[in-house]
């Protein structure tokens, strides 16, 4: 059963009283105590030397000039506990598009949304960290000249970086939409809500699988203290530094923040800035390309001469891709009881809205193609990967991996050891962006052979995250190393 939530009477707090609050008990210097190692930033200084790209020059970027973005940020934790909302305020999107997420309140789908994360050189850090969306909010009503002022001294912004948030859904039937979005992820926000114990299900499911797919840049973000008292604050930050010890986000800073009120919200910039530094990436690696979304986006009634090819979203995860060039895409489509892989030509190419003409490394991307629309709508090449023509990885429909299993089932509110793997047993597999089912057909020491029911994409010695069947619901419960 979920922890009952806190009894005690709260009342409306302005922006201001849970801003004194936080200050007041001086979390925010415990939240720095053990911060993740970093050859690179140090942290308090607002400095970081590994975001930029070698042609780009920073200091040139102006208001209004896109560029794309260089990493995904993900956003995990339990359901109801503040990532779309979060996302929404750094980003000025809200994430949950389809008709029945806003039905039902709740993500259903990844969400994605771009964010720019600006500087003020002559303010102190962690004052000194904006995204775009929070300047054009902060400075509503005055109409600066430049959009980039600053709302505390007036002086001239400065752009970090762009940045793309993946936002899970955080309920427990959606586990495996969350773990396909994990493979998109450089780095993670965990929420935990300071009204509710911690840790919930699927804060321990989605830490866990953060781990499992070695995600290591994490920034734990403890979540509505407007919610509670001072007291009850200070008890849920105990519990959170208990819960993460001995894991991935054991050194991860802890940033007590109110999502709605904008509290401590620059603390938190500061520290994804100087601990969640983009990652160096090789554009001369051959082109790969994770499908996390397909549409048609044709219009009902469309003249046959007017319809626009299918549209696959995702992230580059090395290469580049630029218009007119051939791809191919594994394992493609079913036709009868075979996969066919299939291959387009690039139309066009954006990012979020803006469109572009060759496409890196990092950030969320659509690619405009040629193939029929009827392929792509409705997600329905989900779990695909795509690159240049001959340089894919085979396409498996058995895979033989080292399994490594955690100690306990994750996801539910009570304890249940992870046993042996069977023979025969169904599992469930995320391979990046693909989810698949298969049966195990051979167990030998360090070596676990499954038919996929459904073939993949991918490299020998890729992670794997593997989940059973626990209490009529497919449960994390280890990961593994692809060997052949």
Not at 10 to 39: C, D, F, H, M, Y
Not at 97 to 105: C, L
Not at 405 to 428: A, C, F, N, S, T
Request: hydrophobic share 35%; aromatic share 4%; proline share 6%.
């Amino acid at each position: 059963m979920p922890a009952k939530k806190a009894t005690t009477k709260k009342t409306a707090r302005k922006p201001s009283k849970i801003a004194e609050k936080v200050e007041g008990e001086n979390l925010e210097t415990q939240s720095t105590e053990g911060t993740q190692k970093s050859s690179t930033t140090t942290i308090g200084t607002g400095k970081s030397t590994q975001h930029l790209r070698p042609t780009m020059d920073r200091k040139k970027i102006k208001p209004g000039q896109f560029v794309q973005s260089e990493m995904n940020l993900g956003t995990s934790g339990h359901v109801d506990h503040g990532k779309t909302t979060l996302t929404a305020m750094l980003s000025g999107e809200w994430t949950d598009r389809h008709s029945e997420e806003v039905r039902r309140g709740i993500s259903i789908k990844l969400g994605y949304a771009d964010a720019v994360l600006l500087k003020c050189p002559k303010c102190s850090p962690p004052e000194c960290f904006w995204t775009e969306v929070m300047v054009k909010k902060a400075l509503a009503g005055k109409e600066p000249k430049n959009p980039w002022t600053c709302p505390k001294c007036g002086g001239s912004l400065e752009f970090l970086r762009r940045i793309s948030f993946v936002d899970s859904p955080g309920h427990e039937t959606l586990m495996a939409v969350m773990l396909s979005g994990v493979s998109l992820m450089d780095g993670a926000l965990l929420l935990i809500a300071a009204d509710e114990k911690c840790p919930q299900p699927q804060t321990r499911e989605h830490l866990a699988a953060l781990q499992m797919s070695g995600v290591q840049r994490i920034v734990v973000v403890q979540n509505k203290i407007d919610t509670v008292t001072k007291e009850q604050a200070i008890e849920n930050f105990k519990q959170i530094k208990a819960f993460i010890k001995g894991t991935v986000a054991e050194n991860a800073p802890v940033v007590p923040i109110s999502a709605i009120f904008n509290a401590n919200i620059d603390l938190m910039l500061q520290y994804i800035n100087d601990l969640i530094p983009t990652p160096v990436r090789t554009e001369t690696e051959d082109f790969q390309f994770f499908i996390a979304r397909s549409f048609d986006v044709n219009r009902p009634g469309t003249e046959p001469q007017n319809l626009r090819g299918g549209v696959v979203g995702g992230s580059v995860l090395k290469g580049t891709i630029k218009n007119g060039d051939e791809i191919e895409i594994k394992p493609g489509t079913r036709v009868g009881d075979k996969w066919v892989t299939l291959t387009s030509k690039i139309v066009s190419l954006s990012a979020g809205s803006n469109p572009v003409e060759v496409a890196h490394p990092g950030g969320l991307i659509g690619m405009m193609t040629q193939l029929d629309p009827s392929i792509s709508k409705s997600d329905r090449l989900i779990g695909n990967v795509a690159g240049k023509v001959g340089t894919l990885p085979p396409l498996r429909d058995t895979l033989v991996f080292k399994a490594n299993l955690l100690k306990e089932v994750v996801g539910i509110d009570h304890q249940i050891d992870v046993i042996p793997l069977r023979q025969k047993e169904p599992l469930m597999i995320n391979a990046g962006t693909a989810t698949t089912s298969g049966i195990i057909t051979k167990l030998e020491k360090g070596r676990v052979t499954v038919e996929l029911k459904r073939p993949v994409c991918v490299e020998t010695g890729s992670r794997i995250a593997i989940s059973r069947l626990v209490e009529k619901r497919f449960r994390l419960i280890g990961q593994g190393v692809i060997l052949e």
